[in-house]
């Protein structure tokens, strides 16, 4: 079968936002695998409720692509229909190998490209396929990403952080060797709406759902958790000079369980003491 014309912009060129959440998406939902001599597949298989998405792929890419659908019984439901997008072009799946999507398994081997991206886009779609968007069940909004790839976890902590002023340093859970990175309140509010703009490419339920967290208000009368204290040498020296933890408290504008707890792992030798 004859292939499309190219769009254009050069296919992957990730300097071009929809191609970079494309490329993001590919890489965290994504499977390319190797057949006999130069054949192989990429392959996308996700809910049928979303293969919107799947026909922008399909709009994006100068070569034959297909899509399909399929249902079948599950471990979480008796039916699920799922679509499968897939590419076989040599030329297409070099392009995107080259760019960072491994053959095989790729959990914890895939990382930021290390060509200039679309930074914003590229982590949109990493969170499209494998992060979350919503309200806690106490109310309160959350973004968040569930990743393998210590690359992709630093440097979403990395980005956010410049966003929402919050640190975060996950380390993988032991049941699942993963890292669960959460942004809650107003941290997340700052993130769904930098990475979800008006007319940016995306899973419509996913920007729905980025929509409402951007304009979620605090109830009347709760107070939003503190963001955690970024301790510093000098805060340090402050908080070890204090008489007291309430007077350290008072000082660093913290809780004083944040500073009895600093305090304890600098006398205990868990962090180094300051200079």
Request: proline share 7%.
């Amino acid at each position: 079968m004859a292939e499309r014309e190219p769009n254009a912009h050069q296919f992957m060129d990730l300097t071009v936002p929809e191609y970079a959440y494309m490329f993001g998406f590919l890489q965290a939902d994504g499977h390319l695998a190797k057949g006999p001599g130069q054949k192989g597949r990429l392959t996308v298989e996700i809910n049928a409720r979303d293969v919107a998405l799947l026909r922008e792929f399909q709009t994006l890419t100068p070569y034959y692509t297909s899509i399909t659908e399929r249902t079948r019984s599950t471990n979480f439901a008796e039916t699920h229909t799922s679509a499968r997008w897939s590419l076989c072009s040599l030329q297409a799946r070099t392009k995107i190998n080259e760019l960072g999507l491994p053959y095989g398994r790729k959990s914890k081997r895939i990382a930021p490209p290390r060509v200039e991206f679309s930074r914003r886009d590229y982590l949109r779609g990493v969170i499209d396929a494998d992060g979350s968007l919503g309200y806690t069940a106490q109310g309160y909004p959350f973004i968040s990403l569930t990743t393998a790839s210590t690359a992709i976890c630093a440097y979403l902590c990395f980005y956010a952080r410049k966003i929402t002023d919050v640190e975060r340093r996950p380390r993988r859970n032991q049941r699942d060797d993963i890292y669960n990175i959460t942004y809650v309140t107003k941290g997340a509010q700052a993130l769904a709406e930098h990475l979800y703009y008006p007319g940016c490419l995306s899973l419509q339920r996913k920007q729905v759902s980025a929509d409402s967290v951007a304009n979620w208000m605090c109830p009347t009368g709760t107070t939003p958790r503190r963001p955690p204290i970024k301790w510093t040498p000098e805060k340090d020296r402050v908080l070890l000079a204090a008489p007291t933890i309430a007077r350290a408290a008072g000082q660093l504008k913290c809780s004083s369980s944040a500073c009895q707890l600093r305090r304890w792992r600098l006398l205990n030798g868990v962090v180094p003491l300051p200079d």
